[in-house]
């Protein structure tokens, strides 16, 4: 039961995008767009800056990062990387394939950045309770008022 990294093309838009949208769903996200609006937003992230992964485990899908790299803004020699989407599909998960594929792009995708960094939603508990045993740490905490 070997993990592997496999890199997403725009070919891959439609598989990313429905995995995109069961993360929507799974963290409790106001996130309204449609699966037509999330394609095209994958799209025109795949096409500029960002990068894309898939998880593969018995060449079967399990997840995804989505991810670009960025120079810290405090000192620029050092090159940190935004890890914008982290996914492990439903009937995967529970089997450790989280922390493994972590593993695996801080390996073979991030070896030369000193920090990743990631948003979870505070009422994500689930999300952050992950994304601590991965070793993450709160650094900031952005709030909101609906008026």
Same mark, same amino acid.
């Given at each position: 039961m070997e993990l592997e990294l496999r890199k997403a093309t725009l070919s891959d838009i439609e598989i990313l995008a429905e995995m995109n949208r069961q993360l929507i769903e799974d963290e409790g996200s106001m996130?309204? &767009? +449609? !699966? =037509?609006? $999330?394609?095209?937003? &994958? @799209?025109?992230w795949l096409? +500029?800056? @960002?990068?894309?992964? *898939? $998880?593969?485990l018995n060449q079967e899908t399990a997840g995804y990062a989505l991810y670009h790299f960025k120079q810290n803004q405090y000192e620029q020699n050092i090159q940190g990387v @935004? !890890? #914008?989407?982290?996914?492990?599909?439903?009937? *995967? #998960?529970k089997l450790g394939l989280? $922390?493994?594929?972590?593993? $695996?792009?801080?390996?073979?995708? *991030?070896? =030369?950045?000193?920090?990743?960094e990631i948003d979870v939603l505070e009422s994500n508990t689930t999300g952050m309770n992950f994304w601590?045993?991965?070793g993450f740490k709160p650094y900031y905490t952005n709030m909101r008022m609906k008026i």
């Amino acid at each position: 039961m070997e993990l592997e990294l496999r890199k997403a093309t725009l070919s891959d838009i439609e598989i990313l995008a429905e995995m995109n949208r069961q993360l929507i769903e799974d963290e409790g996200s106001m996130n309204p &767009m +449609t !699966l =037509d609006e $999330l394609k095209q937003r &994958m @799209y025109e992230w795949l096409e +500029t800056s @960002y990068n894309a992964d *898939f $998880l593969i485990l018995n060449q079967e899908t399990a997840g995804y990062a989505l991810y670009h790299f960025k120079q810290n803004q405090y000192e620029q020699n050092i090159q940190g990387v @935004y !890890l #914008r989407q982290y996914f492990i599909g439903r009937k *995967f #998960r529970k089997l450790g394939l989280g $922390l493994k594929g972590i593993k $695996l792009l801080k390996e073979h995708r *991030f070896k =030369d950045v000193n920090s990743i960094e990631i948003d979870v939603l505070e009422s994500n508990t689930t999300g952050m309770n992950f994304w601590g045993r991965a070793g993450f740490k709160p650094y900031y905490t952005n709030m909101r008022m609906k008026i």
